[in-house]
């Protein structure tokens, strides 16, 4: 589908962490007894006023406190235990983010009560032996990160956590919906979406409608996901003649050409991956793009070899070749094949940070190039079958993982291709079979994780009708959700924004003026979508929908659909880029921006409270939904969007001075977002959140210089809605696993990391020296 295929280098999520005023230093020195005292008295003074040295430092039987003697790790968590005394009952987010159930194994006797009351407030990690470390020396950074789980465990002063404070009545309370991974402000307008999207389905649900009428179309999809009695009843016979056809290849040649019948059906393949979408050297035409075989864990989980992960995997897929007919006692050995497989493929694999680096990502090879690098396989043939030939290149994504692909396939790893591509075809199809694959990918989620309950059934039909049937969908929901005049006044904030953003670009004293000439260019250019297309996606008119009494399935339905989206895709291949379409849905709740066009996107789905409200104060709409304006502007000059031009081509409008300024700057960023803990022992990454983190810093300083031209410019209005908004919650096993693969900075640190940078704040707030959002002047960063 179109939007599956832009969203391979557009999706954009907006998730978010925590903020601590010290960088991590693996050199810094251990800290002495005094040096913890000290910091202590400044970390925890609001929280026990009159707080002194004697009573949270003590000495030896002769009164010997050895300030200047290195502390001790054991030491230094009693003496942090008495400053801040007693500790919150950990509930809502913190009891999900926390580390509990520890029995550290080399805690004193005279410890033991102050650490026992730090474990069970989750604060505490230890090591993989079960040791807490007493006995290991201390660094302040590494003391300041336990002191900031308290203050976020306590989330009382805004001075020390400006976004636990905002949002802790809130975190305190919030749940994970059954069957989600995740819950905030993100999942919420996703639900009231959803809902909106129900009431539509269910007014029409009941009435008859002519053949062939967007009603008809989406109440008979609507009733076979409904219908789980059919599913259940057919079990896995609408993939079996394509499992059948995996089963019975003997050659490399008939494993392919039954990938290719599965192609031909569906337009999805196991084994060839391709996608047409802007070239980036030429974004008026559309290209065609590899991306070669796929993996079902995400790249660190294979290179770490993470226990979890491959037990959890492994698990899956045996699983699921259990239903496709295999014995258990040979699917185990099977799923171990394709797990080797797979972390031989994401061993070569590009870095995530690596994936929107037009320098990595764009590696066009001709034809007979292309084909050369497939030894065993005939890929002329394939992008015929395909109907993809109608090209003279093909541009690699990734090419170590293309080569990488193409060794694998041999008539030696037969058995283990043929495994795989049963597999990822298992998995793909899963969600339209029957209850026990759905059922195997649920208890996968549950482990690796953490996801727990489960969407009711009406629940799974409306998402499954509403991803499916959204060409019609859409249109409903926008003339229902989605008033002229909240588009208007959306449209006038987008417009202050890029004018305010092009003053930024004039002012800039690391830029030359040619530079500058070419960055606003950029920015008159740039195309604004806002709430839903000017022209509707007709691909769902020339589709049939029935009903199982009719003939028809889920998983037939949901097939004629996709291709009929995928055979669209195709026929633009070599053909002028229509950038009147949108590569998203209007009812989702983000915004993007897309470097091939050079255009930023909000859908109706986002232009709704908290982000947006047409009767709030301007300072709130700012904070909210104009900092987001601000971020997708921001993407246009960020790490990777920096390298198009106005017309969204990958073309270097730098001077050589000015970017290499740009590339220090960048660093600055890393650095200054890097390894702040998002939960007790996780932590963020510089280098992979650059580019969100580039977007956040330049959209808050566009839209609070809005706001600072307002008369009597209400700042607590501006800084608390961007809060809120970015207030969330998930299990701990996704944060870590976010904190690896999201490009995004984990939801505390969007916050308080970057709102540091504006002394709008401080003056706001009064935060100054000692308190744990205070960033010295001479260290705070800007790039936009």
């Known amino acids: 589908m179109k939007k599956k295929v832009l969203s391979l280098l557009m999706a954009i999520i907006m998730v978010l962490s925590v903020s601590v005023s010290a960088f991590a230093d693996e050199m810094s020195p251990p800290a002495t007894r005094g040096e913890i005292v000290k910091t202590l008295l400044v970390a925890a003074d609001a929280y026990q006023p009159g707080i002194n040295k004697e009573s949270i430092m003590q000495g030896s039987k002769n009164e010997d406190l050895r300030e200047n003697e290195p502390a001790k790790k054991i030491e230094a968590l009693v003496m942090l235990s008495r400053a801040f005394g007693e500790l919150p009952e950990p ?5 999900r983010s926390g580390t509990f159930d520890v029995e550290f194994t080399d805690v004193p006797a005279w410890a033991k009560k102050d650490i026992d009351k730090l474990a069970k407030a989750g604060v505490l990690t230890g090591k993989p032996d079960g040791t807490l470390g007493a006995n290991d020396n201390i660094t302040i950074n590494e003391f300041q990160k336990i002191i900031a789980r308290v203050w976020t465990l306590k ?4 001075n020390d956590d400006f976004y636990e404070a905002i949002n802790k009545e809130w975190l305190n309370k919030s749940t994970i919906p059954d069957g989600e991974i995740m819950g905030g402000v993100f999942s919420e307008l996703h639900k009231q979406n959803n809902d909106k999207i129900e009431k539509i389905i269910d007014e029409l649900v009941g009435k008859q409608f002519a053949e062939g009428t967007k009603e008809q179309k989406i109440t008979d999809f609507y009733s076979t996901a409904l219908d789980k009695k059919n599913r259940n009843k057919q079990g896995i016979e609408p993939i079996q003649k394509y499992v059948k056809a995996i089963d019975e290849a003997k050659t490399l040649d008939e494993l392919i050409q039954a990938d290719l019948t599965l192609e031909k059906d569906s337009g999805q393949s196991s084994l060839f991956s391709f996608a047409i979408m802007n070239d980036a050297k030429n974004s008026s035409e559309n290209a065609l793009y590899y991306a070669g075989l796929a993996t079902g864990l995400d790249k660190n989980s294979f290179d770490t070899e993470d226990s979890k992960a491959k037990k959890a995997y492994i698990q899956y897929m045996a699983r699921l070749l259990e239903l496709s007919g295999e014995k258990e006692s040979a699917a185990k050995a099977l799923a171990e094949n394709v797990y080797e497989m797979e972390k031989n493929l994401a061993s070569v694999s590009l870095e995530p940070h690596e994936q929107g680096d037009v320098n990595k990502y764009y590696n066009p090879y001709t034809i007979e190039q292309f084909d050369d690098m497939f030894k065993t396989v005939d890929m002329k043939q394939v992008l015929k079958s395909m109907k993809v030939d109608s090209t003279d290149k093909v541009i690699v994504f990734d090419v170590k993982l293309a080569q990488k692909g193409a060794e694998l396939l041999t008539e030696t790893n037969l058995n283990a291709l043929k495994t795989y591509s049963k597999v990822h075809l298992l998995m793909a199809a899963g969600g339209l079979l029957s209850d026990d694959f759905e059922d195997a990918a649920k208890e996968f989620d549950a ?3 953490g996801v727990t309950g489960e969407k009711t059934d009406k629940e799974v039909a409306v ?33 202050k924004l890029i004018a305010t953003y092009e003053e930024r670009i004039k002012a800039l004293d690391w830029m030359s003026e040619t530079t500058k000439a070419k960055a606003i260019k950029k920015l008159d250019t740039m195309i604004v979508k806002i709430g839903y297309p000017d022209k509707w996606d007709t691909t769902l008119d020339k589709v049939a929908i029935k009903t199982y009494d009719e003939g028809g399935s889920l998983f037939s339905n949901t097939l004629t659909v996709n291709k009929a989206y995928i055979d669209n895709v195709k026929a633009e291949l070599g053909k002028p880029v229509d950038r009147l379409q949108w590569g998203t849905s209007v009812y989702t709740v983000n915004a993007f921006y897309n470097p091939f066009n050079n255009e930023i996107t909000f859908p109706a789905g986002i232009l709704q409270a908290p982000f947006y409200d047409i009767n709030a104060k301007p300072e709130a709409n700012y ?34 001075e000015d970017f290499k300024k740009f590339e220090e700057k960048n660093q600055e960023l890393i650095e200054f977002y890097n390894e702040i803990e998002i939960i007790p022992g996780v932590l963020n990454d510089g280098q992979l959140t650059l580019s969100e983190n580039v977007a956040d810093l330049g959209g808050m300083a566009a839209s609070l210089q809005v706001v600072s031209k307002m008369s009597n410019p209400d700042y607590k209005a501006y800084f608390e809605n961007n809060a809120e908004i970015w207030k969330s919650t998930t299990t701990k096993e996704f944060a870590a696993y976010l904190s690896k693969n999201d490009v995004h900075s984990a939801a505390k640190i969007r916050v308080n990391r970057t709102i540091v ?6 003056d706001t707030y009064g935060i100054k020296l000692g308190d744990g959002m205070y960033i010295t002047p001479e260290d705070r960063v800007s790039i936009w």
């Open 463 to 495: 998402a499954k009708t509403t991803g499916t049937m959204g060409g019609y969908l859409e249109q409903m929901f926008a003339e229902k959700h989605f008033s002229p005049e909240a588009k208007k006044d959306v449209e006038q904030m987008v417009e």
């Open 447 to 449: 482990t690796l994780y």
């Open 155 to 158: 989330g009382s002063r805004l």
């Open 623 to 656: 904070g909210a939904i104009g900092m987001v304006i601000g971020h997708e502007i921001s993407h246009a000059f960020d790490n990777n969007g920096s390298a198009y031009d106005e017309n969204g081509n990958a073309n270097n409008w730098w001077t050589e």
């Open 757 to 762: 940078n504006f002394q709008q704040f401080y």
């Open 91 to 95: 509930v809502g987010n913190d009891l």
